[in-house]
């Protein structure tokens, strides 16, 4: 069965400095691997998205993710942090296999300091 | 290309009512899900689908039903509301398949059992 475990339920960072948000998954399969951001009040927008191709991930706003198979990780990171970036982040997992649905981690809220 | 349409936005209903929340995607994707996500936690799924004619229980199945009579929609029908229903529904849809894709999500759906 696929899980994935998001470290931090909460991380804070000053303006201007580096993010980083944690996710380890759980799979039988290459999974699939995606970061979701959801601001206040808003739904669910894709930032990224590791399919099997490159391991270095470039997403949306300045953010990327590394797949790392060795240590079944994908965590986020920011080289400098905006204030628009305090959200909530879901790290999610899409197995190989069909007719299974995809597994949310519990999220990581991000708070950016001025 | 609209994507993902939940209605309605926002509701309030009284304990004892019944209501659907719609959701239809233009996609064309073989997959759907309902998700609710109460205040600070993450997403739950209440049941999926992985095809016209094919649904299946996600974690929090209790008092939801579902159907899937097209590709397009995926209803799902609280019977007797209740307070513990107030939530915010996400829809969403993905291809699916052996190579499974990134979900797509809806605006969601605020419901308020009073």
């Known amino acids: 069965a696929q899980s994935v475990t998001q470290l931090d339920s909460h991380v804070s960072v000053s303006e201007g400095t580096p993010v980083l948000l944690r996710c380890n998954y759980s799979?039988?399969?290459?999974?699939?691997l995606f970061w979701y951001v959801q601001h206040p009040n808003k739904g669910l927008q894709l930032l990224l998205k590791y399919t099997s191709a490159a391991t270095l991930v470039k997403g949306i706003n300045g953010f990327e993710a590394e797949f790392k198979k060795s240590e079944t990780s994908f965590h986020l990171t920011k080289p400098s942090a905006h204030m628009s970036d305090a959200a909530e982040y879901f790290c999610v997992v899409a197995p190989f296999s069909g007719n299974t649905p995809l597994v949310f981690g519990k999220g990581t809220r991000l708070s950016v300091i001025a | 290309n609209a994507g993902v349409t939940q209605t309605p936005k926002f509701r309030i209903l009284k304990i004892g009512q019944s209501m659907t929340l719609q959701c239809t995607q233009d996609m064309n994707h073989n997959y759907m899900y309902w998700y609710r996500q109460d205040p600070g936690m993450g997403l739950k799924l209440i049941y999926y689908?992985?095809?016209?004619?094919?649904?299946d229980k996600g974690e929090v199945p209790n008092g939801y039903n579902v159907s899937r009579s097209t590709t397009e929609d995926f209803p799902l029908r609280l019977e007797l509301a209740a307070p513990s229903q107030t939530s915010v529904y996400f829809c969403?849809?993905?291809?699916?398949?052996?190579?499974?894709?990134?979900?797509?999500f809806g605006q969601g759906t605020r419901l308020t059992v009073v």
């Open positions: 969403a849809s993905s291809r699916g398949g052996q190579t499974n894709t990134e979900a797509f």
């Open positions: 799979s039988s399969y290459s999974p699939s």
């Open positions: 689908s992985v095809g016209a004619g094919i649904t």
